[in-house]
Each structure stands twice: as C-alpha cells, then as structure tokens.
Nanobody, 119 residues
Framework: QVQLVESGGGLVQAGGSLRLSCTAS????????MGWFRQAPGKEREIVAA????????TYVDSVKGRFTISKDNAKNTVYLQMNTLEPEDTAVYYC????????????WGQGTQVTVSS
C-alpha cells in the first residue's frame, strides 16, 4: 500500500506561483513513477505532469508547458509541482498519484488540494 498526502494549495492571483508537494509512504518511493492530475468543476480529470521513477524523464500537458515543473526527491519521498505564471484556467483540485508497477496505470491517489487562481 502507498499513502499520498498533498499540500501547498491555496488562493493566488493570476501571474503568481504556488508549489505543491506530495509525500509518499508505504513502499519504496524511488522505484515508482508519479503524476500530478487536476480536475476543475464540470470538467474531466486530466493529467498535468508526470515523472519517471528516477526523475530523469518528465512530461507535461501542453497547457502548462513552460509554466509548471514536476520534480521528485527520492530522499524525501516527495514529488513537487512548481506552478508559475498561474492563470484562472489553472483553478482545480490537484491530485498526485503513484504508478508503482511502472505500467502506466496510477493505482494510488492523494486526497487532493485546491488551487484557486483569481483574475
């Protein structure tokens, strides 16, 4: 089992920054890939960014490229999402998730953290 706890959400003005953190426990964090997802009201959940187990490979949805950065600190069992130049369209509940078997399927999820960007 893997437990994931997110933190760092909040209210920010457009153009501002936030850093989300997700701390994992329960299995060897360094061996699994991680992703950040978001879900806005009335919209489907979408993957925002993903990072490989080693941290050497990252991917982003087009809408956040150049603004968001995902990183993984295996020593701290934590994955981060640095969000810069935030836009009102980034408002959503953000979730981290773990792909522990490296099969491209996220089996474990955090409880979510609200990010609200005001215009």
């Amino acid at each position: 089992q893997v437990q994931l706890v997110e933190s760092g959400g909040g209210l920010v003005q457009a153009g501002g920054s936030l850093r989300l953190s997700c701390t994992a426990s329960g299995r060897t964090f360094s061996r699994y890939a991680m992703g950040w997802f978001r879900q806005a009201p009335g919209k489907e959940r979408e993957i925002v960014a993903a990072i490989s187990w080693s941290g050497s490979s990252t991917t982003y949805v087009d809408s956040v490229k150049g603004r968001f950065t995902i990183s993984k600190d295996n020593a701290k069992n934590t994955v981060y999402l640095q969000m810069n130049t935030l836009e009102p369209e980034d408002t959503a509940v953000y979730y981290c998730a773990a792909d522990v078997d490296l099969r491209g399927k996220y089996d474990y999820w955090g409880q979510g953290t609200q990010v609200t960007v005001s215009s």
